[in-house]
């Protein structure tokens, strides 16, 4: 059964760099997109962006600029980084599995979530 | 990319069945059989409880099923019980190789 866990700071200071990495275990790692969501509180879900344990990406238009996803096959971890962060940046991040290659991005296995408030 | 389109609130009595319906253009929904329906409680992660327009992962209960006709997924709970209260969510594969989700519909079981 994957697991999957986010790590990172819990506050960032506007206009600063946020990064987050998620820590995969208890399956394979190859052969799989992997997702980052985010989730302002109170508010709906929104997708970040995916990456392929080959390093291939898929970004949201709306973050493209900001954003980067990187992937370390050897830790079984993938890497959030989002640039010149404001306030409306603050939300629970997920990170996430998807189903298989070829699913259309179901994403079957997610993390707990992460709480990231952007405040100085 | 825009939202999907979602009701914000669904309310049904215990035993009754409801459908939570998911509108978004021929860009998404209706170009691909790719919409996943996602339920979220309070405070934890999203579940995946359809995906593929009418796929349930092992486990998920029978009680939901879901459809799609051209840019409009639907999501049926029958038989509500009271777990089944809950944020869902619906999202699909877009033609520029993205996922887009819904705005949440708010489950209310009476």
């Known amino acids: 059964q994957v697991e999957l866990q986010e790590s990172g700071p819990g506050l960032v200071k506007p206009s600063e760099t946020l990064s987050l990495t998620c820590i995969v275990s208890?399956?394979?790692?190859?052969?799989?997109?992997w997702s980052w969501i985010r989730q302002p509180p109170g508010k709906g879900l929104e997708w970040i962006g995916q990456?392929?344990?080959?390093?291939?990406?898929n970004y949201n238009p709306s973050l493209k600029s900001r954003v980067t996803m990187s992937v370390d096959t050897s830790k079984h971890q993938f890497s959030l980084r989002l640039s010149s962060v404001t306030a409306a940046d603050t939300a629970v991040y997920y990170c996430?599995?998807?189903?298989?290659?070829?699913?259309?991005?179901?994403?079957?296995?997610w993390g707990q979530g992460t709480m990231v408030t952007v405040s100085s | 990319q825009s939202a999907l389109t979602q009701p914000a609130s669904v309310s049904g009595s215990p035993g009754q069945s409801i459908t939570i319906s998911c509108t978004g253009t021929?860009?998404?929904?209706?170009?691909?059989?790719?919409v996943s329906w996602y339920q979220q409680h309070p405070g934890k992660a999203p579940k995946l409880m359809i995906y593929?327009?009418?796929n349930r992962p092992s486990g998920v209960s029978n009680r939901f099923s879901a459809s799609k006709s051209g840019n409009t997924a639907s999501l049926t709970i029958s038989g509500l019980q009271a777990e089944d209260e809950a944020d869902y969510y619906c999202?699909?594969?877009?033609?520029?190789?993205?996922?887009?989700f819904g705005g949440g519909t708010k489950l209310t079981v009476l």
């Open positions: 593929e327009v009418t």
């Open positions: 996430a599995k998807e189903v298989s290659v070829g699913s259309g991005c179901a994403l079957d296995m």
């Open positions: 990456i392929y344990y080959t390093g291939i990406t």
């Open positions: 021929s860009s998404d929904v209706g170009g691909y059989n790719y």
């Open positions: 208890g399956g394979s790692f190859n052969n799989y997109y």
């Open positions: 999202s699909s594969y877009t033609r520029i190789n993205t996922l887009v």
